[in-house]
């Protein structure tokens, strides 16, 4: 069975940093492209940003709104998948998915989320 | 950036009722699109993939289908579990955006 268990969410004051990890179960992690999505409070989901396998040099795209703040990461040895957040602002606040890639393209699996809340 | 337009936003139906929701990409993405299903409280799930392929587990109930710009989503016989929020999202470029949306609620 597919899991995907996200953690590290909490309370954070603007300009800060958070961490966020999922840890996947249950299938082959390094044959997988990861994607974070996230889900402010009452809104749309709004996609994040992914990370490709080794063979792709685990290269990364964002949306243009973290870009340059986030950075995505992975530990296949730790089946681990990582959202590094800097510069934190209060749009940041949000429940941060993290999501299994299926086929390169489709998002087939979503973790319970974790919230993250950007306030002073 | 793709921009993707649901509609309705919202729209209130019977249990029965053959419900068809819209999304419309602002330009085109061939059949690189997706729907998925949230209810409240949980993670979405994926119920289609490349506009017309129903992800193993759904119920054929469930259908999609365009290509281009314009894409829908049918259910053809609205069920109990079925009321929820459905979202469109392309993979065709980055970002892979997603639609803003439509919640079905019980008439």
């Known amino acids: 069975e597919v899991q995907l268990v996200e953690s590290g969410g909490g309370l954070v004051q603007p300009g800060g940093s958070l961490r966020l990890s999922c840890a996947a179960s249950g299938f082959i992690f390094s044959d997988y492209y990861m994607a974070w999505v996230r889900q402010a409070p009452g809104k749309g989901l709004e996609w994040v940003g992914r990370?490709?396998?080794?063979?792709?040099?685990?290269?990364?795209e964002y949306a243009a709104s973290v870009k340059g703040r986030f950075t995505i990461s992975r530990d296949d040895s730790k089946n681990s998948l990582y959202l590094e957040m800097n510069s934190l602002i209060t749009e940041d606040t949000a429940v941060y998915y993290c999501?299994?890639?299926?086929?390169?393209?489709?998002?087939?699996?979503w973790g319970q989320g974790t919230l993250v809340t950007v306030s002073s | 950036d793709i921009q993707l337009t649901q509609s309705p936003s919202f729209l209130s139906a019977s249990v029965g009722d053959r419900v068809t929701i819209t999304c419309r990409a602002s330009?085109?993405?061939?059949?690189?699109l997706a729907w998925c299903q949230q209810k409240p409280g949980k993670a979405p799930n994926l119920l289609i993939y490349a506009a017309s392929t129903l992800q193993s587990g759904v119920p054929s109930r469930f259908s999609g289908s365009g290509s281009g710009t314009e894409f829908t989503l049918t259910i053809s016989s609205l069920q109990p579990e079925d009321f929820a929020t459905y979202y469109c999202q392309q993979v065709n470029s980055y970002p892979h955006t997603f639609g803003g949306g439509t919640k079905v609620e019980i008439k």
């Open positions: 999501t299994r890639v299926r086929a390169v393209y489709y998002i087939d699996y």
């Open positions: 990370i490709r396998k080794k063979v792709n040099s685990y290269t990364t």
């Open positions: 330009q085109d993405i061939s059949s690189y």
